[in-house]
């Protein structure tokens, strides 16, 4: 069974940069289309990236620009480089496949303060 290890968040001020890890068990980037998806108190989960097998990446309006989807397949790892923080990007960040039909993992709190 797939399983995601998300990691790397943390407590940063506006304006700073993180990058979040997702480790994914097994050779999937080649099968899916995976994703960032963040979750906000009181929100829905939202998608906020995603990297298709060839590499082709979308992005939300409010991200772009700042954001970057990436992977090494060599390390089955995905990443998620995010500049220029802002406190509405905190949330927890969880990564999956697009759309989410893998076993959700744990999740990274990623707090950005003002």
């Known amino acids: 069974q797939v399983q995601l290890v998300e990691s790397g968040g943390g407590l940063v001020q506006s304006g700073g940069s993180l990058r979040v890890s997702c480790v994914v068990s097994?050779?999937?980037?080649?099968?899916?289309?995976m994703a960032w998806y963040r979750q906000a108190p009181g929100k829905q989960r939202e998608l906020v990236a995603r990297?298709?097998?060839?590499?082709?990446?979308e992005y939300r309006d409010s991200v772009k620009g700042r954001f970057t989807i990436s992977t090494d397949n060599g390390k089955n790892t995905m990443y998620l480089q995010m500049n220029s923080l802002k406190p509405e990007d905190t949330a927890v960040y969880y990564c999956?496949?697009?759309?989410?039909?893998?076993?959700w993992g744990q999740g990274t709190q990623v707090t950005v303060s003002s």
């Open positions: 097994g050779s999937v980037f080649r099968m899916y289309t």
């Open positions: 999956n496949a697009s759309p989410g039909i893998l076993p």
């Open positions: 990297i298709a097998s060839g590499g082709t990446t």
